[in-house]
Every structure is written in C-alpha cells, then in structure tokens.
C-alpha cells in the first residue's frame, strides 16, 4: 500500500530560483471497483522549499502503489498531499495521465501554491 | 438517442483544487442532413464542485449518440449541458474534433464557468 | 473566381459560449504572376453571433478559387471579408499556410474583432 | 554578399489586421573563423505597414549570404534591420535555428517594434 | 572537473533587442551516488548585456562535466552561476533534462534576473 | 445488417499491371458478447481480375456493418469472402486493426490467391 | 503467478488462411534479481490452427505475470509455449519489448513453426 | 487536359546502374462524377535506358491534370504509359496516394517492365 | 578502458527458437585524434548458444568505453568479437550509430555468423 | 568544384564483415540551369575492401561541391566514381535526396558491386 515513509529528502542547494520535474512513465495501481491494473504517467513539478524530494525514495513511494486499490482522482490527490507533506514546497503540482478503461483516457491535475512566474516559459 | 439519464456521479474526493479531463477518442453520431456516420474525438474537462461525473457512465451516455442525427454543433452543445446540469461543476469545457466531410475538418468548443487559473498551466 | 454567393448560413444553435474551427487542408488557387498553382491550408476560427456558415457551402465557396490567379495576402484577406460579410461573426481569424515557392514557406493571419477570452484555452 | 538591393516590396492589399510569416529552410552562410559552410532555417514575421516584402526578392536576398563568412548573430541581427529598412514594418522578428557546430544547435531572435497581440494567438 | 575558466566571451555585436539559445544534446556527468554516468539535455537561454559566451569554449566548458561527480540540480544551479558570471546578461535561463535513473525523467530550470517580454512570442 | 448487394463494380480499365488499396479509418460495428461498440481500420488491397470494386458503394457496404454484432475475425473473413465474390480479383488481402478491449489491441489478416510479385516493392 | 489455467479458446471460424494479432501495451511482471518492477509490451501473432485464444482470457492470463519474478527471456519463452500449448497454432510468434533498466531497452522474440508465407506482406 | 507533348527528357548521364524518382505532392485533378477535386501525391520511380524525363517539364506535365475529370484508376495508368512512352525506361513504377473521399483514402500502383534488383536496398 | 572481464553470462533459458536483441542508446567513447567524445547508441542482436550476456554485466562493460579513445569501427568490432567470444553465439550483429562529428552522422554494421532465418520477421 | 584529391583513406581494421554508412544532411550544390542553389541529404554505404574513407576528408570533398552547377544525376554519379575509385569497396551504394524543385523532391541511387547479405538485416 501507499507508502509515505519511503520518501526522503535533501537539503535544497540553492537560494537562487529553481524548478524541479519529475516523470514517472511506469506507474501502475489497482481499479478498486473490478481489480483490474491502472497504467499511467506520473508528473510532478516543484519549486522547492529548503527540501527537495530524494529520487530514488521517489521510485520506490510511486512503486508502492503497486496493489492498492484506488480511484485515479485519489492517486493524484494522494501523492500531492504526500510530497506537499514531506517536502513543504513553494509550489507543487501532481498530473496523472491514463491509458483509459473503456476507451476514454483521463488526466488530473492537482495543485498546491502558487505557480511561480518562472514555470511557464521554462 | 443520447440518453441523460445514464450519467451517474460520485461525490469529489477532495476540498483541494482538482482538474479533470476525459477524451473518447471513439465518438460517432450521425448527419442528420445525409444520413452518413460522423466520427470524432470528445474531450471533457472540468473543475468539479461537489461531485465528479463516473467514467463508466460517461462511457455509456456518450454511446446513445451512436444512431443518433444530429449537427457538430448540437452535439457539443448538449453534452457541455448535460453534464453541467449533472455535476454543477465550477467550469467545464467540452471540445469536439471531427474527421471531417468533404475535405473539412472541424473543432467546436462550448464552455461554461470561468477557466481555473491552474488550468493553462496543466 | 471566388464566389461569395455559394456561403450559407443556418442559425447558431446556443446562445452560450461557442467557438468553431474548420480546416481546409485541400486548398488550391493559382500564383497570379507564374501561373503556377499554389497549394495550402485554410484554417477558419469564428465566435459566431447570430449565424453560422453551412460546411458544405463552405467548401464549395473554397473550390471556387481553384482557378484565381491571387496573391498569398489577397486569398487570406478576401475570405476573412467574405466571411465576415455573411455571418457577422464577434470574432473571425482565417490563417493560411502555403507548402511555397523557392523554398520559402509562408503563413498569413488575417483577424477581425476581438479574440474571445476563451479560444486560446481551447 | 548580403545583397539589400536585391528586396523589392509592394503595396501591402490591405487596412485590416494582417500578419505574414515566411520561412526559408535553405539558408547557407559560411562560419567566418573556419570556413566551413553553416546550414540553417531563417523564420520572418511581421505585421506590414504600408509595404510588404515580395517573395521572390527575398528568396534572392537570402541566396547572396550563400559565400559571406559571417557569425550568427549577425546574420540575424542583419536580416531584421535590411527588412526592417526596406518595409518599415510596425513589428519585425527575424528567427535563425541553426544546425550546429561540435555538437550545440543554437537559435537566435531578434525583433524590432511591439508585438501585435493578435499574433500569440495565430 | 568543470573548469569555468575554458569559458570565453565576445561583445554583443548590436544595441537591438538579441535572444540567444544553445542547446547541448551531448551533456554527461557522472552521478556522485552510484558513480553511474547520467546523459542529458542542456539549454541555454538568454538575453546578452555587453558580452556573449563563444560557442568552442562553451562546448569545453560543457566537456569538463564528464567525468565529476555532481548531481542534477547542481549541474544545473552550477552552470547557471557560471554563465551569469562570465557574461553578466540582462537574464539567462537554463534548463537540463536527464534521461533518467530507474524508470523516472527529470527536468530542472534555473533562472537569474528577468524574462525578457520578447521571449515568450520567439 | 452487412449488405453485400450494396458493392457494385466497374470494368478494370487497364490490362497492364494495376495493384489498388483502399483504406477505411472510420469502421465500426458491435461485440456480439458485450453489445460495446468497436472501432477499426480496414484495408483492402487487390489485383484486379475483370472488375474493380466502385468506392461510393464500398463505402455504404462498410456502413453497413454499424450496428451489426460481429467478432473481429468473422468481419475480416467477411469482408474478404463478399469482395471476392462481387469482383473475382486475382489476389485480395483484408487488414483490419481494431482499437482495443481491455488494453490489448488486434489485428486480423485475411487473404485470398497468390500476392502478386509487384505488390512487395509498391 | 502465470496461470495457464486462464486460457480459454474458441474454434476458429474460417478455414480461409487468417493471421492474427494481438499487442499488450500493459504487460508489468517484477526482476527476479531486484524485486523492482519491469514494463513491457507482449506482441502475440500466430496463425490458427482448429482454434484461437480468447481475447479476454488472454488478457486476464498476462495480468497473471504482474507479481511474478521472471526474466525477460523467461516470460517470452513461457508466453510462447502456453499459448502453443493451448492452441496448437501453425506458427507462433511471441515478441516482448522492455521499456529497459540501467539505459539498455531489451526485445526478445520466441518463435514456434513455420512463418506463414502471407504474412510478411500483411 | 493532360498533354503528353509537355514531356522533355535528356540523355541518361552514365551506363552505370541509376534509379531515380520523382515525388510529386501537389496533384489535384476532378472526380469525373461529381466533380469535385481530388487530392494526391504521384511518385514515379524508374531505372532508366537511354533518357531520363526532365523536371521541370516533368511538373508541367502533371500540372496539366488540373481540371481533367479522370478516375484515380487511369491517371495511374496514364501517367504510367505516357512516361514509358516517351522515356522508354527498363522499369518503372507509378504510385498515386489520394487523400480520399467519404472516409476512404486510396493507393494505386502501376508498373512496366522489371523490378531491378538494386531497387529494394535503396 | 574497455574490460572485457566485466562480462558475464547465464546458460539460456530454452532450446526452442530465442532471438534476443539489447539497445544502449547512451554509449560514450573518446575521439581517438580530436580527443572530443563520441555519443552514439550500441544495438546487439545475437541468436543465444548455451549462454546469454547478463544486463548489468553488460551495461558495465558498456560503461568501460567512457574515456577510451577509439574510432567508430574499431569500437563495433571489438563490441563483436569481445561479445561472441564470451557468448558463442549462433550469430550476433553489433550495429553502432553515431551522432556526427563535422555535419556527417556515421553507422558501422558488424556481424558474425549466419542470420537466422527468424529475425527478419521479428 | 568538386574535388577527388580531397578524399584521403585508412587501412580497413578487421577483416571480419563490416559494413558502413555515412549521412551528410548538409550537402549544396548549384542548378546549372538556374544557378539556384540546391540543398540534399547525401548517403553512402559500402562494404569496405582494404581502405575506408576517412570522415575529414569526406567531409571536405563534399563541401567541394558548394558552387558547382552540376544536375542531381551527376553528383550522385560523380560521387560514386570517386569513392569507388579510391577506396575500391566490395560495394557502395550513393543515396541523395533533395529538397526539391517546383513542388518535386527526388532521390538518386547509385550503385556499384554487389549488396552484402547482412546489409539488409542491418
């Protein structure tokens, strides 16, 4: 299940502004209503506190999602609420893109602070 | 005939903010002026208010257009209300994109609400 | 030669907000100095107000510039009037891209009215 | 050599809102310190005044840098300012991508006059 | 080690408006955990003040990555200052991405003064 | 229901080699188990014998197709069986693609008589 | 783990030749070394015997693999003789592609019987 | 109406093995029944005996089909004849691809004479 | 400098038909005259005798090129014949593709044995 | 013009199968017709005897063609000859592809010996 205590984190190395993106192409969880396995991509971006989120604790948090049963909305909600918890960033946002069920893919998108004024010409 | 009555909701997981976006790349209805299939891509997304549209359903409502003689127009107009009727979201945008007949392509967009501030940045 | 009498129009089925785009990735006139054909893309973007142009009657409209001896601008520019003329749109925005001559490709943008707030979340 | 009598211009066809884009992907010049020969693609935009460049003028133009040893930056600050001599455009911006040189592509913008805001959205 | 004294500079040819982009597909460091090497992708953005960076010695600079042990955001933090140091540009931005390590991409931006208006239309 | 008295054929206007391929991106018909509809491409390549399939009627053969409930290999078979019947060609190869059920996309193929040695090199 | 038992089959329902293929995008099984998690896609094609698999027993056979450590040449391998064993096929072809570890992508292709001659055309 | 006297060639350069081809992207001709334009590119692929076909002519020559109403089926065919005609080539090959009409898009492949062997590994 | 003793290997799974191929698209080696590195992607494909190369082991050796000045067809064939000696393969094929040095980009094809007649289905 | 005293050669190192390729995206050369410039992509293959061409000097010999008034035939002739007289390869194999002239891009294969087998499996 879940696993928030996998994450780690390290001492931002700079004062200077600094945007941050992960992306995760392999992740998986569980449909809780018929059991079958959920396939999508996991994006994070952030603007970093005084603590930047350990790549590899990452992996393995997103890995321990594995066999849990969960909507996608909460996924996406979940791993904002996590990484917004251990990292206390000036900005985050979690979007998750699904393969689909039924022929409809899906995206979410969640968000906590300000969008810094730098992200969107990066 | 599309068919409201189909749409089921469930309630918002979440007080934090939420961007939602489903595409059925297999929409088809009919011309209502030739008789001929129409194909096309909808793409649904919106900022839910208390509750969220469920996918299965959508599924199922967007397929009582199959044999249905209606306009690009009409299409995209009837299902950005039926679904705000359903949810009573924030904001909702439904863009339609169409294969084409007699070498025209075409892209209806309706909308209601006002666009989240997150959402460009998505 | 170009035939504004071909447009029609039927009446725009919503008062809500409605943005359309049609695409001519068929559009053929002729280079008034060479003689040579000239080969592109007609993109049509309209806010309707009271009226939108019938697709049919647009294509045919399009087809009468098969054998125009026109300039690049004059072509952008005439259906932007042409158009605007017929449906007395808020806002219109014809572009078109030429595949070119000597190795030079070109785009032209011809507006009228004000670009409605929602088209560029579209 | 960079040839500026080579550009001729016409009448710009019409008082409303129009922008041109030309974009020549055969541009060649050689690097002035080695001598080996540079390849890239030149974008022009502009929102004419009273005159626009004529196409094959500037074709021209472009082939007479063919044998100039001359550094990037110059050619694209050159180009903006003998378009914008020979046009007086109300907005110019001359782009150069380049194919690169030990492995670095490199890409340089220069403009002269505001942006029309009908652009961004063209 | 990363040697900014390969770094040389020449003056800005012109007093208009320039925009500069070198991108760098052949970056390789090594990570200071596993002693792994890491590939990426860097970008470098900016708007010069008196003096640009010379691309050969750019490309040394860059070369001088290989074999230190650093990681990503202190690649990218470093470069940054070492750029901003030797040029002193009216802004610069630069942006890694990393193929990634265990399934996860990552992309990092670091900026200093501010983003020219004339950017974000080139 | 599938109509094979909608195909209609005209005389092969050459003796000299002729290899002909149609594609249908917009096929769709019904899973006779779970009544969800499916959606395919289907390709028809032929030598001709005598007769060559008209489009206009091939297309309105497709068509009929829609609300039928028909396995993927029962549409190929089909297919292949009714075109070869109406036009008695020398080679005919049905290709269909499907979309996919349940994240596993198919691909059926269905021939009748030698490949010609011309059609490899096409 | 891998359950054979899932397979189901259905007679084939033609004895015209077919050729058949299905592609799992989703196909996860875990590294017997690591514990961690590989990705991959499953590309089955085969042609008929008396009978074929069935589509969703197939799918519910490859979500069997998902906690199951086994190597990439031992999944590929495994795949090829369930199926054959199950449907005693003409020819089978079993292809897995790795999304990779350590930047090394992997593809591995197990073979059973002779290659259909109309396939390498299809 | 195509014109065939528009068709110049030059003597081929060397006794050397030499395959050439011609892809033309912009044909248009007329639907002999509806009359509404058609779309195409034609390749011509040939090794030739004594002449080669000249270019420019070569364009001249397909320009000519302009506002012919012709079959997809014979412009193949013709364009096959009048350049085995005139070049007496040792093989050729004509490939139309049609952008389509009612969903369906088409390829038509005419050849003359022999395959060279060279051909396939080019 | 390359270390063949890096490799290792494991008895193959089967003695049915395997077809195994491995992509390293992150391969650096050293310009044996210039002294500037190399970039470029390493694909091996063998057909296994007793024993297949394990990943890691040859994800190292890989990595023991990094600093090694060596020229692109000296580096393909020791790849070839370091490989098939610790392998024994029934054939294997070492294809290397470079990114360029001075606008040319290079690709260097090594093989030992005999393609088996499998792979070119594959 | 071009210039064959440029190409300078090395010993081929191995005699073990090896099999070459080098793309030159950046060739120009002049119509000698028109005196405008053409631009192409220039492939060569071979299968080296006892010397290779070294990529310096193929690279020079290549430019050499810069102000050449010279037909797409002849250079693709011309650059046969010349690699084949001195490198004396088992085979090679000149490839251009040229942007095209008046709406045609074309392609030129020379050959000279026989095709390896292995080169098409490559």
Redesign the interface.
């Known amino acids: 299940m879940p696993d928030t205590s996998l994450l780690e984190t390290f001492p931002?190395?700079?004062d200077?502004?600094?945007?941050?993106?992960?992306?995760?192409?392999?992740f998986?969880s569980v449909c809780p209503v018929t059991g079958?396995?959920d396939?999508g991509t996991v994006t994070v971006r952030f603007e970093p506190g005084a603590s930047?989120v350990e790549?590899?604790s990452?992996?393995l948090y997103?890995?321990s999602f594995?066999?849990e049963g969960i909507?996608y909305?909460?996924v996406?909600?979940r791993i904002?609420?996590d990484l917004a918890g251990c990292m206390e960033p000036r900005w985050i946002?979690v979007?998750t893109n699904w393969?689909g069920?039924?022929?409809?893919?899906?995206?979410?998108?969640?968000?906590?602070g300000e969008?810094p004024?730098?992200?969107?010409?990066?």
Chains 1, 2, 3, 4, 5, 6, 7, 8, 9, 10 share one sequence.
């Open positions: 931002t190395p700079t200077s502004p600094l945007l941050i993106e992960h992306v995760n192409e392999e998986t079958h396995p396939f930047c790549l590899k990452l992996k997103f890995q594995r066999n909507y909305e909460a996406t909600d904002r609420d946002q979007v393969r069920r039924g022929g409809i893919r899906s995206r979410i998108v969640a968000t906590h969008v004024s730098a992200w969107s010409r990066g």
